[in-house]
């Protein structure tokens, strides 16, 4: 069996005594240092949803050195790197065999990680890495179990930036050994998710954490006071429409506990990978960014066609992914397939999707009211990078099937 630590609130070991008044000065300074010791290490990365690129939806478990080089160059040449997406993510598939020793060494498509790291390094760019803290992998490979601290020591000498650490195998022993209880299995994984993050910490270098539980547990309860700097949602992202939009729009409600240094995670981009339309391509990127979530893609950057490309470098969009105070967007409206989400933007702006999830045209009214406003002085389509008339009490927008009205709005 699987050890794990009882789980303690972060917040009860600064809770008195019952009966023992505690002075506001006192509880004040608690609190900071409770925020401060909390966020050492976490808060100073990722304040602002990390943005790259990860081989999982396309290439994955068959990952090679070649493909990484051949992705950071595209990064380069695409003109994507400028835009923001600088993380290079190699997902499952980079595993060798554990030595006797302990140390887990790639497998022969890697022959060199350090030297790996350092070609994406001298690009501008940073190195992902995965692992799990169960035994295998979700492909079964190596995981972590057990060989945490030897892991993350590794990670940090290649020169690794992020770590994807999944649940997989280790959602077995969590059945297993939580006889169903909900709050025992949020126990056990807060326990090997803290374990992995004390291992990172310990090397002393900067690694975003990111923390895929698939969405279990209500990891956004937990997941940052584990040291996650992301958390996963929700499910696999698949390659259609139907999954995008039933993963983008089920993140309602969610909003509360993304910010600067912690996000939810509704998994990666499917654009480019040949199935998505244009329509839907554009309506992933727009909810994603909406939503304050990481901006993965997940296509073979070097064969990728104009429009992909034109979508994912929408620097309009990514702008609103990017908004400096990270405060991740809600649904406002909702009639059976169209939905309004509003995300509220620095300097008072507002970004707001208008979404028509049917198979035909659909004309979609915006009330000003929805976002406490009368009139909209400066609107901008972002697009189509146009601006548009001011707004007075409400306007229609026409949207495509499976389509997005994107607009940016100014009091
Ligand atoms: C899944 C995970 C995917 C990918 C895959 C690799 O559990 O959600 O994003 O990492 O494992 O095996």
Redesign the pocket.
């Given at each position: 069996m699987a050890t794990h630590k009882s789980f303690m609130s972060p917040l009860s070991v600064f809770l008195p005594p019952v009966g023992r008044p505690v002075r506001f000065t006192s509880l004040a300074m608690l609190i900071t240092v409770f925020c401060l010791s909390n966020r050492t290490g976490v808060a100073q990365l990722a304040t602002t949803p990390p943005m790259g690129w990860?081989s999982?939806?396309h290439f994955?478990?068959k990952i090679s050195d070649a493909d990484i080089r051949a992705t950071a160059d595209a990064l380069v040449a695409t003109g994507l790197r400028d835009s923001g997406y600088v993380y290079v993510n190699i997902?499952?598939?980079w595993q060798g065999k554990r030595t006797e020793s302990g140390a887990l060494p790639p497998n022969e498509r890697f022959p060199d990680m350090k030297a790996l790291a350092d070609y994406v390094h001298a690009r501008g760019l940073k190195l992902g890495i995965?692992s799990s803290p169960g035994r295998l992998?979700?492909?079964g490979?190596e995981g972590s179990m057990g060989h945490e601290q030897e892991d993350a020591k590794a990670f940090a000498k290649w020169g690794v930036d992020y770590l994807?650490y999944?649940?997989?195998s280790y959602r077995k022993v969590i059945e297993q050994d939580a006889h169903g209880d909900p709050e025992l299995a949020r126990q056990m994984m807060f326990a090997v998710f803290d374990k992995m993050h004390s291992a990172l910490q310990a090397t002393g270098r900067p690694i975003v954490y990111s923390v895929?539980q698939?969405g279990l547990s209500r990891g956004w309860t937990w997941a940052n006071q584990a040291g996650a700097n992301l958390w996963?949602t929700g499910?696999?992202?698949r390659n259609n429409y139907l999954s995008v939009t039933e993963i983008g729009f089920s993140q309602g409600g969610l909003s509360q506990f993304a910010g600067p240094g912690h996000w939810n995670d509704p998994?990666?981009l499917e654009i480019g990978n040949g199935v998505l339309s244009s329509d839907e391509g554009r309506t992933q990127l727009s909810l994603w960014s909406l939503l304050a979530a990481p901006l993965l893609a997940g296509n073979d950057l070097s064969k990728m066609d104009s429009d992909s490309l034109a979508i994912l470098n929408n620097r309009e969009v990514l702008a609103i992914d990017q908004d400096i105070e990270g405060r991740q967007g809600n649904r406002v409206w909702t009639e059976g397939p169209l939905e309004i989400w509003v995300r509220e933007l620095t300097g008072g702006s507002f970004a707001i999707g208008l979404f028509n999830r049917n198979q035909g045209p659909v004309d979609i009214p915006l009330d000003l009211k929805l976002l406490g406003l009368r009139n909209a002085i400066k609107v901008r389509d972002v697009w189509q990078h146009s601006d548009l008339p001011p707004i007075q009490g409400s306007e229609t927008f026409r949207v495509a099937p499976h389509g997005v009205v994107l607009l940016v709005l100014h009091p």
């Open positions: 990860n999982w939806n994955e478990n997902d499952d598939g995965y992998t979700c492909a490979n994807k999944d649940i997989c895929s698939h996963r499910d696999d992202v998994d990666m």
